[in-house]
């Protein structure tokens, strides 16, 4: 009985909580529904505060942990096992951060069936949690397809003309990649005798004739999360579709799930044919980088640009991470986290203009700062945040990457950090292409002269979100410090091959 | 206070009053300009005080005023971040203090304040102006007040925070987002009329084309933080371990040293932001912003730092080289780029109408100057130009705003639809306008090197001695037939707008312009003369040694030797003083007589005049050869060919296979479908979309038995096969 007073478990039962509580309303209550959703979220938010204060960041092992027996299969024991190290803190913080912000995005756009709405986000949110918390195989897998359903329903309920085949499209894509890593995690723990990831780090080394399918099984599956090239076409409709509460944490969490996974299996797992595969992970993360950036600048529709930079984007990411180097891996993950918060935003900011307009084609704008000043201005924070500009967080994540993929022995090519380095540029040409196409020049249609401009929880949703821009971009130092020991003791389980292979 | 103290103090004053002006005070005109003077005041006076502080301390070069503290813990690494002036930056810090501080007194009156507002004026679109009556009761037209007066003095103070901070920065990581944030700012000040289409793409063209070279620049800083493990200019310049290693060790590429391939990748970085050769479109398109900005960032500060960083990096670029030795390849591609860019820029000056064009180009001649002297190896002389030029380019720009103000004025009088800036409209201004005509006259002056009296003279002439005595013949004269043509295009300037007689009823009608923008210029002019005095060369005929080489000794101590006197050579100076009264007295005599508003060059030159008025057609190529297919591989190619055809294209084939043999397996055999195996996909398909089809109408709580039960499904999905295995 004390285990499941443990925190984390806490906190997972928190979202579940709230989930039951809107069950008890009647739906015809939407904003008692609304604010019962909201504040279950926050807090939530303030629980992981909490967590967050007793998380010990010198310490690179796992923390707050609990490890309970759950399901016996012959000498196999599946354990309920959820703890928390500095590669997941982070995520979950910006999970619990973004959640909140996407349940108030949703205040008036989402008129139709509230407290079904409500309800499956909460459960996205226990899921994502899952995710990020579970240190058992099978128990990770659990969380895993369960963020799909309500992200499913998400899509296929409350979205846009073509849910359906958005939403088909989201569920087989993922279900595929994800019923090799099942085989994959089955035929691991049946023959090791545990699902502990803990006790199996390293274990490719025992198995060196399987490790490479099997670092492949979890790759694929990890890949098309994330998305890489040439497995993302179904992110730019899953996003077009998606209502934009679902499109923010798509975007902010469920795509970091991908490169997460790569963090929390490939790597330690793995780490020789995670050394071996570098080069070529990292080759695919340069295409992503250019093809995403290069597929968004010629999009017609607002939030299609901003998912095709999410490929790219997102690129940086798994560069960074399969650097395989301090500044790499820390830049990966701080990168993670800053897309979270930029492109949450930039899904808010569309979302915002789609509820007055309900369009989203950039030719039926122009001069819009003129009509709505605020919007042009927080937009164009964001924006300035997205494309890098130093003193915002996408520069400190994007100069760490590329810092960590010049230098990388595993990756061994420099071009990879050069040909990187032209997605900085591109960023710039797309956004600032949207910006001036969206805001700048005169006001072209009569429906947009009379637009009005953020209210107060409009402004509300974005603050935060800029607040930590900010932060990460001026004294970045306390989100490095948080995750440097584990990333450390990745880097030492990794080292040895990177050494043999050189 | 503390020298160290002030030094961090120095950018702040400008970015408060950005913050301030923007989230307070931005309805309030009065308010938001005397906060953003204030500001630019005080960090004016703080580096004043800190100028002087340096100056009197005793080897500064090698114990410059600085401090740091530590910002970015990388890996093992922690990246410091900190102040610092030495020689270099000092001289800097002071233009820069001076041209910042006359340039937002002069928007006060730019931007029309204690006018009217015009009751056509709306945001985004410069003023047009107001009819007022006088107590005659004749209305008369007259200039209005910007309508987003507030706002202009938020983003130029935004700018001077930047500018300041890369000056007073001790690392490159600083100055990158000095750098940057000055980029943003000059985005945000060329588009500050954000309704005009043309500012529109002007800046955004401004934006992309800086970018181009940012990237290599940071590249460069990448590439030389994983070489020295520090980006701080101390501990990178003064480690001569180092920096030997660096000259020694191969780069990869182009048979360059270490140090001459990231001194190289660095001054990529300035080509876009000095607007050179052939990355300088941007520049002219640039002058689609408010004069102040043109005067400020395309002129005085942000363009003079692209040079500041070649300086800064000039150990890089020289690193191996000897005085008087072989130029390193890395300073001969800085060389021919500077020496290029300055000729090539002013040809095309030569025929060119609009007033500001003309100054945009030999800005970006002026700068290739710069970049030549540090080619060559002339420190001292490109720091001297530097200054120099900041001092004069500010008065002719801030002169040119003038002018454009008068002639407007002029316009709104008498109603006629004729280019207030096209300088064939106007002639005759000196009787107008003659505060802006003689400080325009010493500006112009000093730009055309006039001898002895201008400042212009000494710093250019300092250049092409440099040139001349390190026997560097194809670029001394490339830098001299420059330096003939600006005399010759600063005189076509001079003469077509002031001297002769008006040729249009606008230009009769023009009117000096008041004292917040003629103060500035009298304030300028006197550093356009003054300023070259700090630098007269020793050995200089007749009054060489009247005053100590200030300058010379000041900033070539930065090289760690006081570099020694160059010996007088009579060649260079006959040749800068005959191409300077050469260029001067030919353009007087081509444009003293022109009565209507057409070039005479255009005859006498034909196809070659279209050719330069047309800037040699570099858009239109570049457009051809970079642009449409970088559209048509985004568009085409990756867009609609590769993920709708062949990615798309693939997984609806494996899908519609699948749904195929589904059907085939169940037509066959008629066995259930549902089989957790191999064909979940085609499963998927048929389950998906035939569940969400009775689903649209639907009520929640079936949706959430669905959910719950998908998952359970799940769930014993996972233990049959388990139980299976």
Not at chain 2, 336 to 350: C, D, E, K, N, Q
Request: with cysteine.
């Amino acid at each position: 009985m004390t285990n499941l007073l443990n925190p984390l478990v806490l906190l997972l039962l928190i979202p579940l909580a709230g989930t039951f509580l809107l069950w008890l309303i009647p739906g015809g209550r939407k904003s008692l529904v609304r604010w019962v959703a909201l504040l279950t979220s926050l807090i939530a938010f303030g629980y992981s505060l909490w967590m967050l204060s007793q998380f010990q960041s010198t310490d690179p092992g796992l923390q707050l942990g609990v490890k309970i027996p759950w399901l016996q299969f012959g000498s196999t024991t599946v354990h309920f096992e959820v703890a928390v190290d500095g590669l997941s803190i982070l995520m979950v913080m910006l999970t619990t951060f973004l959640t909140p912000i996407a349940i108030l995005s949703t205040w008036t756009a989402v008129k139709e069936k509230v407290k079904g709405f409500m309800a499956f986000f909460l459960l996205l949110e226990a899921g994502m949690l899952g995710v990020f918390l579970a240190q058992d195989m099978i128990l990770f897998y659990v969380f895993w397809e369960f963020t799909l359903v309500p992200m499913y329903f998400l899509i296929g309920i409350w979205g846009g003309e073509r849910k359906v085949y958005a939403a088909v499209k989201f569920f087989l894509f993922t279900m595929s990649g994800s019923l090799l890593m099942l085989a994959a995690m089955l035929w691991l723990g049946l023959t090791q005798g545990t699902f502990s990831l803990p006790q199996l780090e390293g274990v490719g080394g025992m198995v060196p004739a399987a490790a490479g399918l099997l670092f492949g099984a979890f790759a694929l599956a990890f890949a098309i999360k994330v998305p890489m090239f040439p497995l993302h076409t179904w992110l730019p409709d899953a996003h077009v579709e998606a209502p934009t509460a679902g499109s923010v944490i798509l975007a902010g969490v469920l795509l970091k799930m991908g490169a997460y996974g790569f963090l929390r299996f490939n790597i330690p797992l793995f780490p020789q044919v995670a050394v071996k595969a570098a080069p070529w992970l990292a080759l695919l993360a340069v295409i992503g980088i250019i093809y995403g950036a290069a597929t968004a600048f010629v999009q017609k529709d607002v939030k299609k640009l901003v998912a095709y930079s999410s490929v790219s984007h997102l690129g940086f990411v798994v560069l960074g991470i399969f650097a395989l180097n301090p500044l790499g891996l820390q830049g990966g993950i701080l990168q993670m986290v800053n897309h979270g918060l930029s492109t949450g935003a930039l899904f808010l900011l569309v979302g915002m203009i789609y509820e007055r307009r309900h369009t989203r084609q950039m030719d039926q704008f122009g001069g819009l700062w003129k009509v709505m000043p605020v919007f042009g201005t927080l937009t164009l924070l964001v924006v300035l945040s997205s494309v890098g500009l130093p003193g915002l967080n996408g520069f400190v994540g994007e100069f760490t990457i590329l810092m960590g993929a010049y230098t990388s022995t595993a990756i061994n090519y420099t071009l990879a950090a050069i040909l990187a380095a032209t997605g900085v540029i591109l960023a710039a040409v797309y956004l600032l292409h949207m910006y001036q196409h969206v805001f700048l020049g005169p006001v072209t249609h009569e429906e947009n002269r009379f637009l009005k401009d953020l209210n107060a929880r409009e402004i509300l949703t974005l603050v935060p979100l800029l607040a930590v821009s900010a932060w990460i971009g001026l004294y970045p130092k306390p989100f490095f410090a948080i995750m440097a020991p584990a990333v450390d003791k990745l880097i030492a389980i990794v080292q040895p091959f990177i050494a043999v292979v050189k | 206070m503390a020298a160290e103290t002030l030094l961090w103090l120095i950018p702040l004053p400008p970015l408060a009053a950005f913050i301030l002006i923007t989230l307070v005070t931005s309805r309030k005109k009065a308010l938001s300009h005397g906060i953003a003077i204030a500001g630019a005041g005080s960090s004016w006076l703080m580096s004043l005080l800190v100028f002087i502080q340096a100056i009197a301390r005793p080897n500064l070069a090698e114990n410059p005023i600085a401090t740091s503290i530590s910002w970015l813990p990388t890996g093992e690494t922690a990246l410091r971040i900190g102040v610092q002036l030495d020689n270099l930056s000092a001289v800097v810090l002071f233009f820069v203090a001076w041209t910042i501080l006359m340039i937002f007194i002069y928007s006060v009156g730019y931007h029309n304040y204690g006018q009217p507002v015009g009751e056509r004026d709306v945001p985004g679109m410069p003023p047009h102006g107001a009819d007022v009556k006088d107590s005659h009761g004749h209305t008369h037209r007259v200039p209005s007040v910007e309508p987003m007066y507030s706002r202009f003095f938020g983003f130029l103070s935004l700018f001077a925070f930047a500018m300041y901070l890369l000056v007073v920065c001790d690392n490159l990581l600083l100055l990158y987002t000095g750098w940057e944030v000055m980029g943003l700012c000059s985005y945000l000040l060329i588009g500050f009329w954000y309704g005009k289409d043309s500012a529109k793409k002007a800046a955004m063209k401004a934006f992309m084309t800086t970018r181009i070279g940012d990237v290599f620049m940071l590249l460069g800083i990448v590439f030389l933080y994983t070489q020295a493990g520090t980006l701080n200019y101390r501990e990178i310049f003064g480690n001569a371990d180092l920096m030997h290693t660096l000259a020694t060790t191969p780069a990869g590429f182009l048979g360059l040293s270490q140090a001459g391939g990231i001194g190289l990748l660095l001054f990529i970085g300035t080509v876009g932001k000095s607007a050179q050769f052939p990355l300088h479109v941007w520049l002219p398109d640039a002058m689609e912003g408010p004069t102040p900005v043109s005067a400020m960032i395309h002129a005085a500060t942000m363009v003079s730092a692209g040079v500041y960083l070649a300086i800064r990096i000039f150990p890089l670029l020289s690193a191996g080289w000897e005085p008087g030795g072989a130029l390193t390849p890395a300073m001969m591609v800085v060389g021919a780029v500077g020496a290029f860019t300055a000729l090539f820029a002013a040809t095309i000056a030569v025929a060119q109408n609009d007033i500001k064009r003309v100054l945009a180009y030999s800005t970006i001649s002026q700068l290739g100057y710069m970049i030549a002297a540090v080619g060559i190896g002339a420190y001292t002389a490109a720091i001297f130009h530097l200054v120099t030029h900041a001092f004069f380019k500010a008065l002719l720009f801030l002169g040119s705003g003038s002018v454009i103000h008068g002639v407007e004025h002029g316009v709104m009088h008498s109603g006629e639809h004729v280019d207030p800036q096209d300088m064939l409209n106007m002639g005759g201004l000196r009787k107008k306008m003659p505060v802006t005509f003689w400080t325009f006259l010493i500006g112009g002056l000093a730009l055309s090197g006039f001898p002895i009296i201008t400042a212009g003279f000494w710093s250019k002439d300092e250049i092409l001695s440099g040139a001349f005595h390190g026997g560097q013949t194809v670029i001394f004269v490339t830098l001299a037939l420059a330096a003939l043509l600006t005399a010759f295009y600063t005189m076509r300037q001079i003469t077509l707008t002031f001297l002769g007689q008006p040729r249009t009823e606008a230009a009769r009608h023009a009117h000096e312009t008041p004292w917040t923008m003629t103060l500035p210029l009298v304030v300028l002019s006197v550093f356009a003369v003054t300023a070259g005095w700090s630098g007269i060369p020793e050995h200089f005929p007749l009054i060489g040694g009247w005053l100590p080489n200030w300058f010379e000794h000041f900033t070539g101590a930065m090289l760690g030797h006081e570099g020694e006197p160059a010996a007088f050579s009579a060649v260079p100076l006959l040749v800068s003083v005959t191409v300077s009264l050469g260029g001067l007295t030919l353009g007087w005599l081509v444009y003293k007589g022109v009565k209507i508003a057409v070039d005479p060059l255009k005859k006498a030159l034909g196809g070659l005049h279209n050719l330069l008025k047309n800037k040699y057609y570099l858009d239109e190529l570049y457009n051809f050869l970079f642009i449409k297919p970088a559209i048509w591989i985004s568009e085409v190619f990756t867009s609609r060919w590769m993920d709708r055809v062949v990615i798309d294209g693939i997984l609806h084939a494996i899908a519609r296979a699948f749904l195929w043999i589904g059907r085939l397996v169940r037509q066959g055999f008629d066995v259930p479908v549902v089989n957790a195996g191999g064909d979940a996909l085609a499963s998927g398909i048929k389950k998906g979309g035939a569940a969400l089809q009775p689903m649209q109408s639907g009520r929640i709580q079936q949706y959430m038995v669905v959910t719950i039960t998908l998952v359970m499904v799940f769930t014993a999905i996972l233990f049959a096969i388990l139980k299976l295995v």
